[in-house]
């Protein structure tokens, strides 16, 4: 088990740039959950998938934003006609459904970096 | 919805204890994690409550109460390495999805 992976590590793009983040999440894992944290702040929730099935969205998730998880593995996270207030930390995070005891656990996120 | 509190920064020195206070108002309840934040890394999970008092792990325990929405992690013989922030987190009794506070950023001095 190598944990969640994410990636790319970093990405500087340009304002109005599409960009599109990939996580891996623990392979026995059923849930899987997109976050975003600037500094000084806690993780911010975005999305979650059980399986394939995206359960629910933050009002947070503008239309430029969409995520996807195809075959319930892997999940991408795509934001489009990037903006400098997107620039922020995005964190993946994996968990299984066991009745709700179960801690999520979080990949090393991607740093946006808009400018 | 929730609403998460936790005090914004602490210091202490190396061999000390420090107390991290957590309140929260929650529509629901399963559930208050606490995670560990060293900068530019990933949260990892540290502590898990669902039921009123404490648990104990190894130098770190945390204690909730559920009727005063309140939680503590307790942090005993700090060391360097333990200067990092600290997130309190608490699951909705409808979802699987955490809610974090803020974040406390806990300096350790020699």
């Known amino acids: 088990d190598t944990g969640v992976s994410q990636d790319p590590r970093h990405k500087i793009t340009k304002r109005g740039q599409n960009v599109t983040f990939r996580c891996d999440p623990i392979?026995?894992?059923?849930?899987l959950y997109w976050y975003r944290q600037t500094l000084g702040q806690g993780p911010e929730f975005l999305t979650y998938?059980?399986?394939?099935?995206?359960?629910?969205k933050s009002r947070l998730l503008s239309d430029r934003f969409s995520a996807e998880r195809p075959k319930g593995s892997f999940s991408t996270l795509e934001i489009q006609r990037t903006e400098q207030g997107d620039s922020a930390m995005y964190l993946c995070?994996?968990?299984?459904?066991?009745?709700?005891?179960?801690?999520?656990?979080f990949g090393n996120g991607t740093r946006l970096t808009v400018t | 919805g929730q609403n998460i509190d936790q005090p914004t920064e602490m210091t202490a020195t190396e061999g000390a204890i420090v107390q991290i206070n957590c309140t929260y108002q929650?529509?629901?309840?399963?559930?208050l994690f606490w995670y560990q934040q060293h900068a530019g890394e990933a949260p990892t999970f540290l502590s898990y409550?669902?039921?009123?008092g404490l648990e104990e792990k190894g130098r770190f325990s945390s204690f909730l109460s559920r009727s005063k929405g309140y939680s503590y992690l307790l942090l005993k013989e700090l060391q360097m390495k333990d200067s990092a922030s600290y997130l309190c987190?608490?699951?909705?009794?409808?979802?699987?999805?955490?809610?974090f506070g803020a974040g406390t950023t806990v300096t350790v001095r020699a």
């Open positions: 995070a994996s968990s299984w459904v066991d009745g709700g005891t179960s801690p999520l656990h």
């Open positions: 392979s026995e894992h059923n849930r």
């Open positions: 998938f059980q399986n394939e099935a995206q359960l629910e």
């Open positions: 929650t529509s629901g309840f399963n559930g």
């Open positions: 409550n669902v039921l009123d």
């Open positions: 987190a608490v699951r909705d009794g409808n979802d699987y999805k955490l809610s």
